[in-house]
Nanobody, 126 residues
Framework: QVQLVESGGGLVQSGGSLRLSCAASGRTFSSYTMAWFRQVPGKEREFVAG????????SYTDSVKGRFTVSRDNAKNTVDLQMNSLKSEDTAAYYCAADEQKRIWIMRGPGEYEYWGQGTQVTVSS
């Protein structure tokens, strides 16, 4: 069983930055694929960024490439999402997700992750 706790959300102006953090309490964190998703009320949960167990490979949705960076520290059981040049379109509830690695690529579907944090709200004002 894995427990995820997110932090770092808040209100920022367009063009600003935020850093989200996710702390995991699993015994085998280094074996999990980790990802960040976001969701706006009335819309499907959207993949934002993911990172493989050893941190070598990352994946991003097109709309955040060049602006967001996902990283992990397996010694501390943490995953971060650095968000720069924020836009109003980035406003959403952001969720940290984890799952045992079952594929050789980073999973992008919400249904492919077993463990979730409760979410942290990011609001970008224009």
């Amino acid at each position: 069983q894995v427990q995820l706790v997110e932090s770092g959300g808040g209100l920022v102006q367009s063009g600003g930055s935020l850093r989200l953090s996710c702390a995991a309490s699993g015994r085998t964190f280094s074996s999990y694929t980790m990802a960040w998703f976001r969701q706006v009320p009335g819309k499907e949960r959207e993949f934002v960024a993911g990172i493989n167990p050893n941190g070598i490979f990352t994946s991003y949705t097109d709309s955040v490439k060049g602006r967001f960076t996902v990283s992990r520290d397996n010694a501390k059981n943490t995953v971060d999402l650095q968000m720069n040049s924020l836009k109003s379109e980035d406003t959403a509830a952001y969720y940290c997700a984890a799952d045992e690695q079952k594929r050789i690529w980073i999973m992008r579907g919400p249904g492919e992750y077993e463990y979730w944090g409760q979410g942290t709200q990011v609001t970008v004002s224009s």
